[in-house]
Structure formats: C-alpha cells, structure tokens
C-alpha cells in the first residue's frame, strides 16, 4: 500500500542536529572511557590474596628463630633475646683510624689496631656491612650512640641464651655467635636428624632438669671427692629410652662455651668409647643364659688362673670355692664369665647377643657426637674371654646404658632418645633380644649383686634396686695401665617391674678414705647411683617396692646357698666384707 | 537536555575519584597501622622471650638451692613415702575417690561422693 506525501524517516537531517548527536557520543565515549580508568584503577587497588600472604610473612619479625628448647616439664633450657650489636657500613666511616680508637675505648675488650685494620680493609673491598662486636651492653650501646661516629650502627639480632647455664651443657650444646649449633642437641638441631623440627617454636626434650641437677650433684660430689679425671651420669627410662638426664664432667656454661676447654665440652657420655670392664658380664652372662646351654644355679670349678695359650686370666678376688652363674655375676669373678660364655658356645652366642643389643653400631640417638664401637676384627678364644669381662671391646656409656635397659627392661631392644614422647603415644614394636626366663633370671642376679655381692652400697632403703658394678684397668701404650681404673655402676629400679637405669662412671678416679682406700666401682660408683635413686625416686612418683618381692628373692638365694651347703660367712665376697 | 547526562556523568566520574583517592588514603593508613601493630607484637614477643629466660635464670638450681636451704627444706625420702595399701584406713581413701553417679526422680543426674570418716586417734590428731 502507498502513502501519499514524504516519509519523515526519510527526510533530510539537520546538520545541526547531526553534529549534537555526535559531540554526546564523543562525551559519552570519554566518560566510559574514564569509567573505565576508574574501574581498572579499582581493580589494581583492591589487594590479591598473594599480596596479604607477603606482607603477612614481612612482619617486622626477625627472620626465622631458633625454637626453645625446654625439658619434660617445660623449663626453659634455650631461647632467643633480641640483643644489640655493634656493626658498621665502612664506606660510610669517614675516618678508620679515629674511629677505631674512639670506639677501642667505649666497647671493653676491642683492639684499636685490628679494627681499623678491618675497617680499611671493609672500605677497600667497597663492602656495607661489617660486625664490630655482637653482644653489648645498654652501658656501651648508649656510649656509642652519643659519640655520634659516623657509619657505626647499633644492630639487635637474636642471641641464644642458656638460662639454666651448665646443667645440661653436653645436652642441649650450644651455638656459635651467628646461631648456627656447635654441639649437642642444637648442632642436631641444624646439623642433623632433629633438622625437621626446625620450623617449631618450641621443642620439649627428653631431660627432666630436676633428674639432671640430682644427678649433676651427686656425681660432681664423686668427682671432686675421688679427683677424678672426667665423669658420666645417664638416667634412662627402660620403658621409652628418653634420656633423663645426661651428664659429662668436666662441663661448661654454655653461654660461655668459647672459654670452655676441649676437655670440657667433651660429651664422655655418647662420645667417648671404654672399656667398660666388669659391667660388660650383665651382656656376657645374658648371652650364656639365652644361649640355654647354662643355668643360673649351674656351678662352675673357678681355677685360680685361666690360661689360653699364652695369656694368663685372673680374679681380682680369688674364689676358693665353686661358683654358681648367680655367684660369678654377683662376685664378679673374670674367670667364672669366661667359663659360662665358653660352655654356652664361646664366640658365637656372646658376639649374636652384642650384635642384637646394637653394640656393634653407634647409637641411633639424635646427637651427632656419638663414638663408634672399637671392636676386635677377629674372635679367637682369648678375646672371647676378655670380651666377656668387658676388655677387648670399647663402647659408649649410653651405648651401654641401651643394651642393659633392654635386657632389664622387657627384653625387647631400647632405643634412647632425646625427645620427649607423648604419654599417649604407644612404643613403637621393637626387635625382642631375651627371653622372658632370661630377663627375670638377671633382675634376680642384679639384686643378689646389691644385696650380697660387690654392689651393697648401691642399696636403697626403700626401693629394690638391682646393679653391676665394673672396675675396669684403663688402656694406654703397650698394655694396661697401673692404678688407673674406670670406676662405674649400673643400676635399675624398681626391680620388680623396672621403669628407671641409672648408670654412673668415673674415669681414673683416686683412692681416698671414703672409697675405703680402694677405686672399686662398689666403692666409688654405688654410692652415687644409690645417692642419685634415694633422690629422684620420690621426684619421679615412684612408690616403694614390695617387701614380698625382696622376700622371695632372698628365699631363693638361701635356697641357692643351702643346696651348696654353704653358710653365709662363706658365700660373702671378701672384697666387701667389714674391713678389720 | 543533551548537557544534563554529561553533567550528571562528570559528577558521577568527580565522585568516583574522590572516593577512590579516599579509598586509597584509607588502606595506606591501615598498612601503616598493620606495620607498627605487628611491629608492637614483635617487640612484646622479645620482651616476654627476655622475661621468661629471666625467670629460668632466676629458677637455676643454685638460687633456688641457696633459699631451700635456708629454709631447712631438703629432698623427699624414700622412708617418708607408704604404700596407700599400708594406711589402716586404705579402704576408706579408696571410697574416698570413687564417685557414684545418680538419677533424681525429676531426671537430674547428681554425682555422690564418700566422705571418709574422722582419722582414728591412732594417726594422730590434727597440728593446731
């Protein structure tokens, strides 16, 4: 259909018009394209997730600590302070010369000359940054700050302090003056297995400080009693293998371990291997009664010498009679061991039952100054004999402190540790190396040790406290050394179900009047033991033993005497018998 | 009429920048106030890190051992410890510790507790 007239869509536009509508899509355009700004500038305002996550970790912070460390119950033993330090940017020091002298005056202990031989030093190799002195006081800090030197600056960095000092030295270790550890636990801590941990605040260590000091008292009051050349006192849990307490004397502060001799900040505890002597019979005797070739009551003729080729074996105190095994360990008699190693089969069930204990290893602890074993290559009939009385093999005293909690303990292999584990946690499954039988067949000896043989001043009123005592001669060039012995004691309690170890050790100790002129580990090392378990039994919640359990032991031993129709003047150890 | 959207668009635009000068104003001040806030919590950190290895310092056997003694005390003995077993009134104390849990007739649950009787004059009376 057709219109008549124009459509007015078609008409003609107004020019006028024209140019309106295209200046306001030009000033619309402009403003979206302002908007635009606006909202790209919005975007690029609103923080992304990435960014808060930065400026969380650039806290003001310094840069990772060291985490503290603290014992079982949460003693503080090593933190981290913030402490000034003196430092300098030597392109900035205009005057080396001076500078050093000013501040040679102000800050105790600096040479003038050696820093300002730094400093030029420093300034000619165009470096910013240079320590001067870690570790000053607010008296110099404020002595410096107002001598106004230009280029020198006062820097505050964490510094690791040992606020309980020296008692637990050779545990926890110490630092060097940029953080990183040195030794014991704080060179694990950065060095060695214990590196996992580093991310933590704190970490809490097997130690009990007041098991420690205990043990720190009563061994230092040995030590310096009997002149001894160095010491080691270990409580070990039987249960858990923590480490209740170490301790290596000669020790040091920590906080000053620089000033500390070699001799000092040596850990004779897991560092240093001996000859352990008689001590080394729980082993050998154990590895006999596994073997279940002897037995406890079996009797031994004990000759006054037991020659193997051309080497000549004898007991400090000769037995004038036959021993039984219970006899020979709770006398203590060389002879008597080697004869029931050998009838148990000589080399091989001794060198298996030290193999299963681990004391052909070093001990898997966390610390890094662990000692290998000094072994014998070869086995023949002789070192098996010496062997057996604890010559011929050197292990550690922790190393040691293991295999006896093992077998003591329930006869399933203890592996000490450093760490505190959880209450909660159940112990892990571990290699079994006695037999039930044999277990208890030791518990029984060790007592008959305290209470009849050459460990009774290990006795505790009390507690049923079980041991071996070891006086070992010390090794030097071309043989054995006269007079120089390693005194030590091992003990376990409460014997009737065994939850504690307690080992001591003193290395050459002198005779004196209170070890009654002897240097016996049962005069010189069961005092401590039964001095360190009368004071850390009640601390550690440990109820007194049963009567019962001391009756039926005794019961057996008279048993054990009747049968062999002896009476008891006969069966007592002439070593510790009253002295006239 | 064609002035009014533009007019309307500039405001819109003004305002817009404002606020956003604002809004950037306002989250610089808060990253400064983040700064000295994790910096306050930094140096209060330190100061209780000081603080506690003051009070292990001050807890370090040698102190505490010098006041112990003092004061006459000195470490616990064995022969000062008995078996729960020994007491006469063992049975007693074993009551005293178990509780016995009860249901009211109008639902609530109570918790009954034996109370042990007087010790008997063979223990000893009380200290005055």
Redesign the interface.
Known sequence: MTTGGLDPSFAPEDPALRR?RM??GL??AL?AL??GA?AF??LH?A?EERELAA?AVS????ERRRP?LLDRRG???A????VPSLAADPLLVTDPKRTAERLARLVPGLGATELERRLIQAKAAGRRFLWIEHRITPAVQRAVLEAGLPGIVIRRADHR?Y???A?AAHLVGFVDVDNRGLAGFEHALDFGRAQSLRGRDAIALSLDLRVQ??VR?ELGRAFREFRALGACGIVLDVRTGELLALVSLPDFDPNLAARARAEQRKNRCTGGSYELGSLFKLLSLAAALESGRVRVTQRFEIPSALVIGRHRIRDVHPARRPYTVAEIFSHSSNIGTALAVFAAGGAEPLRGMLARLGLFERAPIELLEVARPQLQKSWPDVVTATVSFGHGIAVSPLRFAEAVASLVGEGARVTATVLARSPAASPEPAERVASPRTVEELRWMMWLAVAEGTAKRAA????LLGGKTGTADKAGRGGYRRGAVLASFVGVFPLERPRYLVLAMLDEPQATRASGGTRYGGQVAAPVVAAIV??I???LGV??S?PALEARYRERWHALRATAGLSETETRLAAVAPRP | MSAAPAILLGTLALATAAAVFQLKHAVRERERELALTRQAIAEERARIRTLRADIAWLARVERIGAHARELGLEPMRTERMIRIGDLPDALQLELAGRTLLVELQDGVAIELRFKPLPAPPSLGSPRP
């Open positions: 309106g200046r306001i000033v619309s403003f302002l908007f606006v500038r919005l305002l923080p400026a806290s003001p912070e310094p503290d003693a503080l033993l933190t981290d302070i913030l302090v606020p309980k000092g008692a000091e205990a008292e505790v009123p009390g507690y009368a004071r039994g009640p601390l109820p007194p049963d």
